[in-house]
C-alpha cells in the first residue's frame, strides 16, 4: 500500500547521496550507509509509514533490519535534527516527493 511512497523516499535519499539503493541496503555499518538508511527510515516514519511496512520493502530488497534498529534510526536523525537546526532544510528536500498513482 505504502511502496511507492516508500520507493519515492529512497529514491530522493539515492539520488541526494549519489549512491545506489544497492548500496544503501547492504551489509555494513559504514556512515555513509547507515545516514542515508536512517534519514530513509525517519522520513518513513514521517509519513506515519508503519515500521512493519518499512521491513517488507527491505525484505523485498534481499535486506533485512530487525525493527527495533529502524526505531533507533529514527532517532538518530531526531536527536541530529535537535542538534543542528541547518539540518532541517535536507529533511524538507527530501521529503518532498510526486506519487503517480
Known amino acids: 500500500m505504502n511502496d511507492h511512497i516508500i ?3 529512497m529514491d530522493n535519499i539515492t539520488q541526494h547521496f549519489g549512491v545506489s539503493q544497492e548500496f544503501i541496503l547492504s551489509k555494513g555499518g559504514f556512515m555513509k550507509k547507515t ?3 536512517n534519514l ?7 509519513k506515519g509509514i508503519p515500521i ?3 521491513q517488507s520493502f527491505l525484505e523485498k530488497n534481499d535486506f533485512y533490519m530487525h ?3 529502524i526505531l533507533q534510526g529514527v532517532q538518530k536523525i531526531s536527536r541530529r535534527i535537535e542538534g543542528d537546526l541547518d539540518y532541517i532544510p535536507l529533511i524538507k528536500k ?3 516527493i510526486r506519487v503517480n498513482v
Not at 40 to 46: K, P
Open 7 to 9: 520507493q519515492a523516499y
Open 35 to 37: 545516514h542515508p538508511r
Open 40 to 46: 530513509f527510515y525517519y522520513l518513513c516514519s514521517l
Open 52 to 54: 512493519v511496512c518499512i
Open 67 to 69: 525493527h527495533s534498529t
Open 94 to 96: 527530501l521529503k518532498n
